[in-house]
C-alpha cells in the first residue's frame, strides 16, 4: 500500500521560510518522479515543482528561484524549501508520486497522493 504523507506546513510572514517533507511508503522511491502541487481556495490545483528519478529538478515560473524540491533516497523522503515566501503562496501543497521515473507537470500523469498541508503567508 503506497501511502504519502506530507508535513512542515504552518503559517509564516511574507518573506519568511518553510520546509515541507514527504514521506513516502509503500514504493520503490528511488525510480519514481515526485511532484509538488498546490490548491488555493477557489483556485485549481496548480505544478509547483518535480524531481525526477535522478535529481533532475524543474519549477513553476511562479516559484523559480525562490522553492528547491531536493530528495533523500534513503529516508524514502521528498522536500520542498520555500523560501522568500508571498502571500499568494498561500495554499494546501500535495506531494504526488509516478509509477515512472521522468518527471511531468501534469498532475493526471501522477498515481499516487498525499493528503496535503496547509501553507499560510500572512502579509
Known amino acids: 500500500q503506497v501511502r504519502l504523507v506530507e508535513s512542515g506546513g504552518g503559517l509564516v510572514q511574507a518573506g519568511g521560510s518553510l520546509r515541507l517533507s514527504c514521506a513516502a511508503s509503500?514504493?520503490?522511491?528511488?525510480?519514481?518522479?515526485m511532484g509538488w502541487f498546490r490548491q488555493a481556495p477557489g483556485k485549481e490545483r496548480e505544478f509547483v515543482g518535480t524531481?525526477?528519478?535522478?535529481?533532475?529538478?524543474y519549477y513553476a515560473d511562479a516559484v523559480k528561484g525562490r522553492f528547491t524540491i531536493s530528495k533523500d533516497n534513503a529516508e524514502n523522503t521528498v522536500y520542498l524549501q520555500m523560501n522568500s515566501l508571498k502571500p499568494e503562496d498561500t495554499a494546501v501543497y500535495y506531494c504526488?508520486?509516478?509509477?515512472?521515473?521522468?518527471?511531468?507537470?501534469?498532475?493526471?500523469?501522477?498515481?499516487?497522493w498525499g493528503q496535503g498541508t496547509q501553507v499560510t503567508v500572512s502579509s
Open positions: 524531481i525526477d528519478w535522478n535529481g533532475n529538478t
Open positions: 504526488a508520486a509516478r509509477v515512472g521515473g521522468v518527471a511531468t507537470l501534469l498532475a493526471h500523469m501522477y498515481n499516487y
Open positions: 509503500g514504493l520503490t522511491f528511488s525510480s519514481r518522479a
